[in-house]
C-alpha cells in the first residue's frame, strides 16, 4: 500500500458503520474519491462525500472581526500552518479477500486511510476485464469497463436534459458494442434514430464495414406479413364492426392469395369492399383509417426494408434514420412494426441477440397517451418485461423522463444519467432508479456535460463516470445555425443578383 491519506478521528457519532471522518495529511484528498483501510479481517471501503477545512484562528467570528480591523490575523499568527482538512467517508461495505458484504463494525480513531487500490476498486464496483469501456471514473486511473451482461440484459435507461451527451454515450456504446470479438459474445444493434445523428458510423473506417443505415422513407413491409392484430394496434379507433371486417378482409386475402406473392393495398380495399357484410358504412369508416396507413406508404406489395431476417447480424449496426420522417404517428407505427418483427424473429431463434436503443422514447413509450398516441408502447413494454429471458434489450434513450412509461422505466435495470437540471424530472428519476439517494440526486444537477452517474444492475455501487471521447466520425445532418443563416443570405443576394441581371 502507499502513503496513507490521513487518520481517522472520533467525532460526534462517527466513526460508525455508515460514515466515518478523517484527518488529511498535505492536501491530497478529492471529494469523490474512493478510500479503503483496514479493518478487523478485511478492508474497508468507502467514498469521500464532502471535504472541509478547519482552522482554530478563524473559529470565533468576533476576534477574526477584531483582529482584521488591524493588520491581520495572518499578518500575526502563523495561521497557514493551523488549517487542516477534514474528509467526511461515506462507508461503501468490506473486501474479505473473495467477497463484498456490509460494514458490521464501524473503522477505529485512529486508523490510517489510503487511496483505493485500483484492483479491489475494480471488483469492488464490478467491473470486467473485457466490459464495455465507456469512461473513467474520477480521480483514478480505472477505466469503466462495464460488464455488457449487465449492462444489458434487464434493459438500459439514458435520461439526461438536452444536451447532456446522451446520444454521445450512446454512440460510445455502440462503438464497444461493435468491437466485440466473437468470443466475448456480439449481439446485433438495432438503432431508432430520429435526428440522423447516427450516420457518421457509415463512413466511418473501422465501423462502416458493419454498418447499414435505412432512411426511413423507405422503411417498406409486405403486407402479406402484417397479421390482423398489429394493423388494429396501429388503428386503435377501429370500431368493432370494423375489426370484425378488416379480420375477414385480411384472412379471406391470405387464403386466396396463398399462392401469390404478396397482395397490394388495392387488392386489400377489393377484399373489404366485396366482404360479406350488409353495413357499407362499416366498410366506408374502415376504409377511410386504412387510408391513412396508406398515406404513410410503408405497406408494400413485397418489397421488405429492412431485411431484418438477414440485416441484424451479431456485431453489426443498423440504422434506422427517422430524420426525414414528420409524421410522430408515422414512426410509432413503424417502431412498433419493427420492435414487434424483431422480438417475434429472436423469440424464435432467427436472428442474434439484439440491443434496441430508441432515441427520444417517451414519443414511443409514453405515459399518458391517447389511445392513438400509444401505438408503439405495448411492444416497448412487453419486450421490457419480457425480453431478457429471450436476449432482447432495449436502451431507452430520453430527455423527458417524467413523460416515460413508468413500466418501461422501471424494467430498466441500470440508469446511466447525466446532467438533469429540471426538478420534476429529478424527482422522477429520483423515484424509478433504486439507488439514488439525496445525495447522489444533488450532484446530478452539478453533472457537467459528459459525466454521468451509472446505477442499478450492471454496477455493485453508484459511481461517476466521464464518458470518454468517441472513435467514430460525429456526422450530423443539419449544418450548424450560423452555416444555415450564412447560406441562406447568400442565396437571397445570389437569386437577387440574376433577377437583376435577367433585367
Ligand atoms: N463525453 C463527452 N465528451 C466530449 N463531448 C461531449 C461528451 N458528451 C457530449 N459531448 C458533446 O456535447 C454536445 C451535446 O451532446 P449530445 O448530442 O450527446 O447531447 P444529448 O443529450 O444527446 O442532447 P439532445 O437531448 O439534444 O439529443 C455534443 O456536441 C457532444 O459532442
Ligand atoms: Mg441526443
Redesign the pocket.
Given at each position: 500500500m502507499s502513503e496513507p491519506l490521513g487518520t481517522v478521528i472520533a467525532a460526534d457519532e462517527s466513526p460508525s458503520t455508515s460514515e466515518f471522518s478523517f484527518v488529511v495529511k498535505g492536501k491530497g484528498v478529492l471529494k469523490g474519491q474512493y478510500v479503503q483501510l483496514r479493518h478487523g479481517e478485511g478492508l474497508l471501503f468507502g467514498f469521500v462525500s464532502e471535504v472541509f477545512k478547519a482552522n482554530r484562528y478563524y473559529e470565533r467570528a468576533e476576534s477574526v472581526a477584531d483582529f482584521e480591523r488591524g493588520p491581520g490575523i495572518s499578518n500575526q499568527f502563523p495561521t497557514d500552518s493551523w488549517e487542516y482538512v477534514i474528509a467526511l467517508v461515506k462507508v461503501l461495505g468490506v473486501f474479505d479477500g473473495g467477497r463484498f458484504q456490509r460494514a458490521f463494525m464501524p473503522p477505529s480513531p485512529g486508523a490510517a486511510v489510503y487511496g483505493a487500490e485500483p484492483d479491489v476498486l475494480r471488483s469492488f464496483l464490478g467491473f470486467e476485464e473485457n466490459g464495455l469501456f465507456l469512461g473513467s471514473i474520477e480521480h483514478h486511473d480505472v477505466p469503466a469497463r462495464i460488464s455488457m451482461t449487465r449492462l444489458l440484459q434487464k434493459h438500459l435507461a439514458i435520461l439526461?436534459m438536452?444536451?447532456?451527451?446522451?446520444?454521445?454515450?450512446a454512440s460510445v456504446l455502440l462503438e464497444e458494442l461493435l468491437s466485440r470479438e466473437q468470443k466475448d459474445g456480439r449481439v446485433a444493434v438495432v438503432v431508432v434514430d430520429i435526428h440522423g445523428e447516427y450516420g457518421g458510423f457509415a463512413h466511418d473506417p473501422v465501423f462502416g464495414k458493419k454498418t447499414t443505415v435505412i432512411e426511413g422513407g423507405d422503411i417498406a413491409i409486405p403486407l402479406k406479413k402484417v397479421n390482423p392484430e398489429t394493423m388494429m394496434e396501429w388503428l386503435p379507433h377501429l370500431s368493432a364492426p370494423q375489426r370484425d371486417v378488416l379480420r375477414l378482409a385480411l384472412s379471406g386475402l391470405r387464403e386466396s392469395k396463398k399462392d401469390a406473392d404478396g397482395y397490394s393495398f388495392k387488392e386489400l380495399i377489393a377484399a373489404i369492399d366485396s366482404a360479406d357484410v350488409s353495413k357499407d358504412e362499416v366498410k366506408r369508416a374502415l376504409k377511410r383509417s386504412l387510408s391513412e396507413l396508406k398515406r404513410h406508404r410503408f405497406l408494400s406489395r413485397k418489397t421488405e426494408n429492412p431485411k431484418l431476417l438477414t440485416q441484424v447480424r451479431p456485431g453489426h449496426l443498423l440504422i434506422l434514420d427517422f430524420s426525414p420522417i414528420d409524421s410522430l404517428r408515422k414512426k410509432q407505427i413503424l417502431v412498433s412494426l419493427v420492435a414487434r418483427r424483431l422480438f417475434l424473429l429472436r423469440k424464435k431463434g432467427k436472428i442474434p441477440p439484439f440491443m434496441l436503443l430508441i432515441e427520444e422514447a417517451h414519443n414511443f413509450a409514453r405515459e399518458k397517451a391517447e389511445e392513438s398516441e400509444a401505438v408503439s408502447r405495448a411492444i416497448i413494454e412487453t419486450i421490457a418485461r419480457e425480453g431478457r429471458k429471450f436476449g432482447a434489450s432495449l436502451c431507452l434513450i430520453s430527455?423527458r423522463p417524467v413523460n416515460l412509461s413508468t413500466t418501461a422505466l422501471s424494467q430498466c435495470n441500470t440508469h446511466i444519467i447525466?446532467r438533469v437540471t429540471n426538478p420534476n424530472d429529478l424527482d422522477h428519476i429520483q423515484m424509478s432508479s433504486e439507488g439514488i439517494d439525496a445525495r447522489v440526486a444533488k450532484s446530478i444537477t452539478g453533472l457537467k456535460?459528459?459525466e454521468a452517474i451509472l446505477v442499478g444492475e450492471a454496477v455493485n455501487y453508484p459511481v461517476f463516470i466521464?464518458?470518454r471521447?468517441r472513435k467514430s466520425e460525429?456526422r450530423e445532418k443539419g449544418a450548424p445555425l450560423h452555416r444555415q443563416a450564412i447560406e441562406f443570405e447568400e442565396n437571397a443576394e445570389k437569386k437577387a443578383k440574376n433577377v437583376e441581371a435577367f433585367l
Open positions: 439526461a438536452s444536451g447532456a451527451g446522451k446520444s454521445h454515450l430527455q447525466l456535460v459528459g466521464s464518458v471521447d460525429k
